[in-house]
């Protein structure tokens, strides 16, 4: 079974780079070792494999022929290991690096394009303003529009995540945001920015104790001889009454 981690790199030229790692797992996944055949040598032929072999097609449009656009020749595939050259933490860092790399290395906007912008009034070089531009052309066109190039032309076109993994690699972003909020909420209650409990909370109490009973009549008359109170309502004998 294979998992793997991807993080996106922008390149000063405009050019996504990816860097990945990826792992063969067992067959329950990463707490069972994989079979004896599957070797990192074995793992390194079949991601280079992949690479040339991956073809993507766009369509023909006004101007422009039906390309198929590939993996390039910069392919870089090494093995993990935990005292060589390429250490398990120094990959960790590698990847957190380029994980806090975003697009404005390329000299392009950190927001969101109008069509209807002058892309002479930003400080732009001419490299990335011209990437812009041609998305803003492409992005009207209709074969193009599920590429959604004019939403994502500040990216240069590219809409895909910074970030990508497969769901067995490790703990799931989900599950990292539901620990982010339940750690945020209990320390606003715990410093009193947040009640102990919601608005709509209702506290239903299952456990009594006896507390005591009222005046019997003889206290009622002492009571009311100290007090000078009126004597209360005598109580209702314990004993039926046969009629």
Not at 1 to 29: C, N, T, W
Not at 131 to 136: D, F, K, M, Y
Not at 216 to 227: D, H, I, V, W, Y
Request: include cysteine; hydrophobic fraction near 45%.
């Amino acid at each position: 079974m294979i998992s793997f981690a991807k993080v996106a790199e922008y390149q000063r030229r405009g050019v996504v780079h990816f860097h990945a790692v990826i792992r063969l797992d067992g067959p329950d996944g990463p707490a069972t070792p994989p079979p004896a055949w599957a070797t990192a040598d074995l793992l390194a032929d079949a991601v280079r494999h992949a690479a040339s072999a991956v073809t993507v097609t766009v369509p023909e449009v006004p101007g422009e022929p039906t390309r198929a656009f590939q993996w390039g020749a910069q392919l870089d595939v090494r093995q993990i290991t935990m005292d060589g050259d390429l250490t398990d933490q120094a990959v960790a860092g590698y990847i957190a690096k380029y994980a806090t790399k975003a697009a404005e290395c390329v000299g392009t906007l950190d927001r969101r394009i109008n069509p209807l912008d002058d892309l002479t009034a930003f400080d732009l070089r001419d490299h990335p303003r011209r990437l812009i531009a041609e998305c803003l052309r492409l992005g009207v066109l209709d074969k193009l529009a599920d590429f959604r190039l004019v939403q994502w032309a500040h990216m240069l076109g590219f809409r895909g995540h910074f970030s990508t993994k497969s769901r067995r690699y490790s703990t799931t972003l989900g599950d990292l945001r539901a620990a982010r909020t339940d750690h945020m909420r209990d320390e606003q209650i715990s410093t009193g920015r947040l009640p102990l409990f919601e608005e709509d909370t209702i506290l239903v109490i299952s456990h009594w104790d006896y507390a005591g009973r009222g005046l019997s009549a003889g206290e009622q008359l002492l009571a009311a001889a100290l007090t000078g109170a009126a004597l209360l309502p005598p109580e209702i004998p314990l004993e039926a009454v046969d009629g």
